[in-house]
């Protein structure tokens, strides 16, 4: 009997990566991800916890909790400039090819 030869995640991944509805929710999960790691990683370099960057941003410490999920989808530039402000940082949007 033949053994099942199994998959890595990196080979699952990219077979249904060459699905573009896939690619498309991949990416856009990918970068929200990322935007919300970074938020993460600015507040800590500036040894701040969510209550301290939520004062500083005239928030709540739940809305920068929602920030660093990469669940939120209502995130604005406003909100972007806001943190980029209380984290002494400017903020750069870029567009790359799809």
């Known amino acids: 009997m033949k053994k099942k030869k199994f998959r890595t ?3 699952r991944l990219e077979e249904d990566l060459k699905n ?3 690619r498309r929710h ?11 790691y970074k938020i993460h990683t ?3 370099e500036n040894s701040l916890t969510q209550k301290e960057l939520a ?12 920030l660093e999920s990469g669940e939120y989808e209502g995130l604005s530039l406003k909100t972007l400039e806001k943190v980029a402000k209380a984290t002494g940082t400017y903020l750069k ?4 090819p799809a």
């Open 9 to 11: 995640f990196q080979e």
């Open 55 to 66: 004062k500083l941003m005239g928030t709540s410490q739940q809305a920068v909790s929602r």
């Open 93 to 96: 949007v870029d567009f790359v």
């Open 20 to 22: 573009p509805e896939f």
């Open 42 to 44: 600015l507040r800590e």
């Open 26 to 36: 991949y990416k856009e999960e990918e970068t929200a991800l990322a935007l919300a």
